[in-house]
Structures are given as structure tokens and as C-alpha cells.
């Protein structure tokens, strides 16, 4: 099961993808699947595909802003765990997260440690795409002294809205995952004309397809 916040990030794929993976294929059989934006509407709509569905495997394609400016726009990436990074309280000039706050135990399933890690990924980052952790947030980070927080409390490289959302419900339900992002901004960046939306969304649908055609060979 492909699936993405909006269709736009998996269209290139859906149009392209060699019809052979949408049959009754008994070797592959590829699905997509549109979670809506945010960990909200992502988080239901992704419980009721898992329940219903019963995929083998869900991947998650989308864009993502990057925190590391070395890091080129465009490049793709895989996400190794998670982090919660707005659930909490600003307080006296510091960021307290539901385990600090002792809403949530650090290690309580399917938490580990804090974070959402995937247990997956050895064993279906076919690709070997470069692992970085994430943060998953319902609010585009854009001020920079709360940009400052985030990187020191959880040293992400990537961000979205979505991506925790996957990890929380797959976990849950023990099916294996993937999240694959591509780089279109950078974190604080709010001027659009300096995102390279275009340059990601098609190496994004790159790799979709070469994952796809790897995936089927392996099968």
C-alpha cells in the first residue's frame, strides 16, 4: 500500500506504474492510498486501511522540510524513527514533551525510548536509501528560536505532519512499514519561491517506482 497526506506526492507513480502491479497479481499487488494532511486525519484514515485492507506492507511517500542545510534539496531519504515534537507545554522558555510531563512512559509500547523507531527497516530499505531521524508536527516550525528547541531536544533532520502518525499506527498493528521523504525546503524557510517542490516530488516518484520494481523482483 502506497500511501501520502495528499495525492500530488504518489500521482507521478500512479500514472507511470507498469500495470502489471495493479492486477490481481499474485507476486504484487499495489495499492494507493490518500491520508489527508496532518497526524489527525492521517492517523484515522491509516488505522482504517490497516483494518480493512490488511496490507503486506505500507510505504509512505512525501515531502519533507530538512533542519541540516548541507543536506541537497531533493535528496531522498528514509526514516529510521520518530518523534512527537508538539504535544506538550512551552514553559519558562523550555519545551516539555508528554514524557517529560509524565503523560506517556518513555518506553510504553509503542514508544521506544521517546521515539517511534521502525523495526522494518533493515529488512525492506531495499534501496539503501540514507537513514535520518524526523520530527512529526501538526505546526510548520518557521519561528527560529523554537526551531532552536526542536534541534536541541530531538536532533531531527527531517520534519512533516504525517510520518509519526504511520510509525504510532503500524507499530500498533505490527505491520511492516517504510517512510520515504524528499527534501523540498528548508526548516524556517516560509518564501516558496526557495522550495524545490517540483525537483522532490519526481525524485520522489523515482525511487517509488525503482522500490516497486525491486520489491517485485524480490517476491
Known amino acids: 500500500m502506497i500511501t501520502a497526506a495528499t495525492v500530488a506526492e504518489w500521482m507521478p507513480s500512479f500514472l507511470s506504474l507498469d500495470p502489471l502491479y495493479a492486477g490481481e497479481s499474485q507476486r504484487l499487488k499495489v495499492q494507493f492510498h490518500q491520508s489527508g494532511v496532518g497526524m489527525l486525519a492521517s492517523a484515522v484514515s491509516l488505522s482504517r486501511m490497516v483494518l480493512e485492507d490488511k496490507p503486506d506492507l505500507v510505504i509512505q511517500v512525501g515531502i519533507a522540510g530538512c533542519f541540516d542545510t548541507s543536506q541537497p534539496l531533493g535528496k531522498v531519504v528514509v526514516i529510521s524513527d520518530e518523534s512527537l515534537a508538539d504535544m506538550g507545554v512551552q514553559e519558562d522558555g523550555k519545551w516539555r514533551d508528554i514524557f517529560d510531563l509524565k503523560l506517556e512512559k518513555s518506553s510504553y509500547h509503542p514508544f521506544e ?74 526548516i524556517g524557510e516560509r518564501n516558496k519561491a526557495n522550495w524545490d517542490l517540483k525537483n522532490a516530488i519526481e525524485n520522489l516518484n523515482q525511487t517509488l517506482i525503482k522500490y516497486i520494481d525491486k520489491l517485485y523482483k524480490l517476491k
Open 113 to 186: 525510548k521517546r521515539k517511534l523507531p521502525n523495526p522494518w527497516l533493515s529488512a525492506y530499505n531495499l534501496l539503501k536509501l540514507p537513514k535520518v531521524s524526523a520530527i512529526t508536527i501538526n505546526e510548520i516550525s518557521a519561528d527560529p528560536d523554537r526551531i532552536k528547541q526542536l534541534i536541541k531536544k530531538y536532533n531531527p533532520v527531517t520534519e512533516s505532519m504525517e510520518g509519526a502518525a504511520l510509525h504510532y499506527v503500524c507499530r500498533e498493528a505490527r505491520i511492516p512499514f517504510l517512510q520515504i521523504r524528499a527534501i523540498s525546503n528548508y
